[in-house]
């Protein structure tokens, strides 16, 4: 067997998690010309959240930065092929949600106005033309549907694959089965990461580890207030006849959603009775909940087998938004945590929000609402379009 690549006895700054988080980011410090940029993670690239994800990406939200962080996202994704030399199989299907609460049609129209505001295409439409887009759905109930052209789906792995091959062809060292086991520290600075092969002599750290950020932070005394929230995902049997065009299709009241994945759809819905923790193995529990939303909402899928499923971590903020920013508490401890299921689409803008902390320039986004402080300080800004 091969053995692993000798541990750096010195880097500029580690990234911990190698996640689409962490390899964007070392990509672009790479990139900018940082000598000696070290990224280590516990098990093989993009095998934490990232590869767990529905791959969706998009721009609508209903908060500034997350609309900013998405659209720029976006563009990435648009010319990743070119940029990286990987395919990513981006369908740009558009995301549809459909809502049937009066309330939720007046967030959404205020969303969508500040989205346009900030460039994104969104528009609010009419059920009959969400029908139109989304032919399996039942209309009954809908008051009306929030619609982006330009949002869509890709596959996470790749954007994985791609960024590595980028960050190590730009000199970064990416290491897979290392794991983290301390952050040592003197006087309030960082002075090393402590790892299971040894311990690497540095002044930096930046904190990508997912669901996993909160051990990271108690390592150096910064409290990154992320809980592990599992989420699962099914596919279907073959459908014939399946418009490869179907959108993105969210019912918001239920979160259930669905794509087109292959010859079949990937779908999924969040349980409102799970738990916090760790769990990776998939639960039969929501499967009822899951029925009754698909018999109410997509009653075509009711006859559709299931195929191949899984589990993954949603890394859940209290206000479900993001914690980006680098620690009061100590010297060059950076982080980008807390995505509360939407961290996979801002993965590529988030890498030069974090470029840019690092390098001390002002950031390409303006992240500074998303400090991990702000709960401490009652500054809660909540993120409503979840699911």
């Known amino acids: 067997m091969a053995q692993p690549p000798e541990l750096p006895s010195h880097a500029s700054v580690v990234v911990v998690g190698g996640g689409v988080m962490g390899v964007s980011t070392a990509y672009h410090l790479a990139q900018a010309g940082v000598n000696d940029v070290v990224l280590v993670e516990k098990d093989e690239l993009g095998s934490g959240s990232t590869c767990k994800a529905a791959g969706g990406v998009r721009a609508q939200f209903s908060d500034r930065v ?30 549809l949600f459909l809502l049937d609460r009066p309330e939720h049609v007046a967030a959404f129209e205020r969303n969508v106005a500040l989205q346009n505001e900030l460039g994104v295409p969104s528009r609010m439409i009419e059920v009959a033309e969400a029908k139109t887009l989304s032919p399996m759905i039942s209309t009954d109930g809908l008051l009306a549907a929030a619609w982006s052209p330009t949002d869509g789906h890709c596959t996470p792995e790749s954007v994985v694959l791609g960024y590595a091959g980028a960050a190590r062809r730009a000199g970064a060292r990416l290491l897979r089965g290392c794991t983290v086991t301390d952050i040592a520290s003197t006087g309030g600075a960082v002075t090393g990461v402590v790892t299971d092969r040894g311990t690497i002599a540095t002044d930096a750290v930046i904190c990508t580890a997912g669901a996993w950020s909160k051990a990271v932070g108690d390592m150096v005394g910064v409290d990154l207030p ?32 669905f794509h087109c994945e292959g010859p079949g759809l990937l779908l999924g819905m969040s349980d409102p009775d799970e ?18 939303a698909i018999e109410h909402r997509v009653p075509a899928l009711a006859e559709t087998g299931l195929g191949a499923g899984w589990a993954g971590l949603y890394e859940m903020t209290p206000d479900h938004n993001a914690l980006v920013g680098e620690a009061r508490e ?50 809660t800004r909540p993120e409503l379009n979840i699911v």
């Open 66 to 95: 997350n609309i900013e962080l998405g659209l720029r996202s976006l563009r990435t994704f648009e010319t990743f092929t070119e940029t990286f030399g990987q395919e990513i199989d981006l369908h740009q299907v558009g995301y």
């Open 330 to 379: 100590v010297s060059r401890f950076l982080y980008a945590t807390g995505f509360s299921g939407h961290g996979f689409l801002m993965g590529p803008a988030i890498g030069e929000v974090l470029r840019d902390l690092y390098l001390g320039r002002t950031p390409v986004i303006d992240v500074s609402g998303l400090h991990a402080e702000r709960f401490a300080a009652s500054e």
């Open 275 to 292: 738990t916090p923790g760790f769990k990776l193995k998939q639960s039969d529990g929501w499967l009822p909940r899951l029925a009754d």
């Open 226 to 257: 992320v809980e592990p929230m599992r989420r699962q995902i099914l596919t279907t049997e073959p459908i014939p006849g399946l418009d490869p065009r179907t959108p993105f299709t969210i019912d918001f009241s239920t979160s259930l959603y």
